[in-house]
């Protein structure tokens, strides 16, 4: 965590450029690693607000500021009508967490300590939340894809998909809240100990503080992917799959990685697969319900390599997650999956 | 059970509308709620024989006339020329037994009982013979999808299909008859106590009756489908999807969810998986038989929406029913992909 | 295995009626027969060679020489242009062992042992490993489908895809060698007693007699598939997914079946599951660089058919291996699904 802060230096140099026109590639990638740092300390005071408000309130906190990083990125994105950046950016996080962070976490886990084994139960809400968010991402698209000549029920379909997913999203934080081990199963409290020597205030200010950092910078990246899409000769999919998930949960991520690392395999789990579960059932819905108080409508239709991306992801790390017990082989094998569908998602015709 | 006698009110209704030549929509309800009660008391009295006739010729019984009521409509439909209906009321079946029925009895028997536990080994059984059903029903579709110019080997390889299909239904009822526990796993003798007060002569008499009555108002109900497509603006797909397997299981539904609340897990999931594998397995099979007979033969080729509500409905199924355990929350989760997939349906052009 | 040398007959017969143009089908049909024996002494001297070297070097030439007889086949078939059968072997492969030689193995075994237990562990390593196997034969079919208007990503998405499966199956073969029990888990030294009175010597000789006998035989069969093709009717497609995998296998396959019946059902889906992984994360990957070396270049894009029947065959093997124990009825039901694709395949245009 404390190496990423020299990432700050970045975030004057993307500002900076932005201001006095540099080439577009250098502002994308200097706002894009200054959202790296930002995005942690966001995370960090997110926790630190948590510790104080008692683990119910805490737990609510991390559920729905968990992404706020990306949140904010996409939606600028939505308002500068990158749409399919913005589906992508869904995708891509999905399946960063459970292919990349899973598997970078059950591989190093794996290696240092052994076989390492969990309780099933939580494990197995959580897969089977994240099949039944799929599900519910598969289904407007396919039904797009049989009936491409109406956009009006697509709109529809999506709407009430997205509020089916947010009802059973608040289920599953219920459930888990009356359930669960006193571990938290959704929210990332990890490190939560010494982050405790923040005041509520000091908590709230740095929140504030690396919001209002986010959006500028968010603004300034949005910005910018089209002339660096055109220049890099990569494609907006690209870089909303992989960079823009990349870029707002480093922090976490490492997190996870971490917690791994320790032994601690359920905690690493609840954090990755949490993640995407909040991605898929609350961030999604959200988009959509925002993007058409904004005017550009955002349709859950994603296209056939996303659906097969996020479908194929979320099964095997179902079948890793559901046995109970996870070693090296498994967070290799999810590395490799991720290894190839990014492979796939990078020749992807501009 | 009792309450729903009350509809029987609508079978004189529905012929009367019928022969008066009522508008349409009111003969298409009222046939539909009369064929509720009739097709409850068919179960009744299957169920009453099979007190009589000892628990194997019972369970027999009960694997062949389980879903007769659907079976009858379902052949007038047939013969009626609305193939699609007829295929849409088979994926309707599957669907809402492993979705609505099995979501329901876990929810609410989760709620009443906590976390419910029962044996793995028959779920298991029944949950791989149901992804084998799918896959059945998944593989001559996908064979007209790609081979589209020639129609004479749909019809072959729906035949082989059907035939490898009844094959394997024959097999899982022998497993269940010689390995499983004294319960039963596929048939319904749920309340057998409770009927067994009808002599083997009532039973014949009121399945009798119970049959005619089915079949006059099936008639009367198909007749009206098309006019209240027209009138109601929803689709003939809709009717068959959602309406057709719901009307002729309310009563067995009713059963299951009585059972799980009552903490009896195991049997009501028997229920909902067997009944969905005998739609899949024996009534699917059957009415491609059938169907040739009668001279408009229905091929095994399902819309691709119909393939993947399937798929993800089984699949989801599957991994709640296979770790021997339900709680609430898995239960609102495949209510919740009911409510989306029942959504997706509702938008299909008419 | 003794009964199969008399096969060893139609080997004089397939290379005189190439030599004196006899019909094509029976060249093809006597070919086919005499690479059975072929291929069964090649595996015995292979296992024969590992008993002498120890179980480190004796795992990995199982690992590699396994299917050497279906990749000498293939790389004739490269040679000859015909892509779609090498193609069609590879999905061949893998779903006739996952499926009719598990399947044959669990029914026997399941009839004569009743239900048969086994370490969940390596059967479940051994199943994702599959899946991503599967999921890895498919993202380049479906990058294919949404994009076909280039060829070139294709090939280099191939090539990519193929070193990740070799990597994932190099670290798959360390992680069986280091971690599992004495007994091999990818390899098939079932019956190492026997033909260890075989020394080095007599076992390099007949195993390079084996391998030359197999390359003239697969000249002649590869030679003959075209006309015969013509002449019976039945698809390039159809010899290459059930003729050529059947013809391959034969000898391994009986073993996997007896060592079934003898109750090792462990040992017996060790072999028919690490069979499969070896055709599809080392012959595969091994085919695409030999045949760009070639000039013919193999890409992995498989026809939606065969990635139904790939995806849909090793799920439900992977519900079947999962659970740990096995009974006759899942061994039907493995058959069924072979029954049912093969039929389609069967119906697939010439």
Sequence with gaps: ???????????????????????????????????????GLMGRSTEALAAHTGPRL??????TLGNAAELIITLFAIRAGLLDLVKASITGSIIGNVLLVMGMSVLLGGLKNGVQRFDRTQAGVNATQLLLAVAALM????????????????????????????????????????????????????????????????ALLVLLGATVLI?????????????????LGISEFFIGIIVVPLVGNVAEHAVAVQTAFKNKIELSMAVSLGSSLQIALFVAPLLVFISLLMGNPLTLVFNQFEIVALFVGVLIAAFVAQDGETNWLEGAQLLTVYAIVALAFFFVPV
Excluded: C, D
Excluded at 3 to 31: D, K, Q, R, T
Excluded at 58 to 63: C, P, S, V, Y
Excluded at 215 to 224: F, H
């Design 58 to 63: 805490g737990g609510l906190l991390n559920a």
């Design 215 to 231: 959006a500028i910078l968010s603004e300034v990246l949005v910005g910018a992917v089209e002339e660096t899409v055109q220049m």
């Design 1 to 39: 965590m404390k190496y990423l802060s020299i990432l700050f230096i970045f975030a004057p140099i993307a500002i900076l450029g932005e201001l006095l026109h540099w080439p577009a590639v250098v502002v994308f990638i200097a706002s894009a690693l200054a959202v790296i740092p930002a995005a």
């Design 139 to 202: 289904i407007p698209s396919l039904f797009f894809f049989a009936h491409t000549e109406t956009n009006g029920p697509v709109e529809s379909l999506s709407l009430g998909t997205a509020v089916a997913m947010l009802v059973i999203y608040v289920l599953g934080l219920l459930f888990s809240f009356r359930f669960a081990s006193p571990e938290p199963a959704l929210g990332i409290e990890v490190e939560a100990e010494e982050h405790s020597t923040w005041s509520t205030r000091t």
